[in-house]
C-alpha cells in the first residue's frame, strides 16, 4: 500500500505543478485551490508511504514522478519541446524509479 500512497503523493505533486502555472496566468480561487490542494495531498501521501518505505528511497520516488510529470504536462498542454533528448531523460528517471522498487 506504501507503494500506491508514494505515487499518489507524485501524481498529487503534478497537480501542484500545474496550480503553480495556472496561479501565474490566472491569478483566481481555482488557482489556488488546485496549487494547494496538489501540494497538500501530495505531502499528505507522502508522509503516509514514509511510514513504511525509507525517507530516501520515498523522496527520490516522489520527486522523480513530479518530474516526469510535471515535464509531460509542460510538452503536452503548455507548449514545451517534445524532441528526443527530453524524452531520453524522462526514460532514464522511469528507469531509475522502476530500480529503485525492484531493489527496495
Same mark, same amino acid.
Given at each position: 500500500m506504501a507503494w500506491v500512497y508514494l505515487i499518489l503523493?507524485?501524481?498529487?505533486?503534478?497537480f501542484g505543478v500545474i496550480g503553480m502555472n495556472r496561479?501565474?496566468?490566472y491569478k483566481n480561487f481555482q488557482? $489556488?485551490?488546485?496549487?494547494?490542494?496538489?501540494?497538500?495531498?501530495?505531502?499528505?501521501f507522502l508522509t503516509l508511504a514514509m511510514q513504511t518505505l525509507p525517507?530516501?528511497?520515498?523522496?527520490?520516488?516522489?520527486t522523480g514522478i513530479?518530474?516526469?510529470g510535471g515535464t509531460l504536462v509542460g510538452m503536452f498542454f $503548455?507548449?514545451?519541446?517534445?524532441?528526443?533528448?527530453?524524452?531520453l531523460c524522462i526514460g532514464t528517471i522511469l528507469s531509475a524509479i522502476i530500480g529503485l522498487k525492484l531493489t527496495s
Open positions: 503523493a507524485g501524481g498529487f505533486e503534478v496561479v501565474l496566468k488557482a $489556488y485551490t488546485v496549487l494547494f490542494g496538489g501540494f497538500i495531498f501530495s505531502f499528505s525517507s530516501g528511497l520515498s523522496y527520490a520516488v516522489w513530479g518530474t516526469i $503548455y507548449g514545451e519541446a517534445k524532441d528526443w533528448k527530453r524524452l
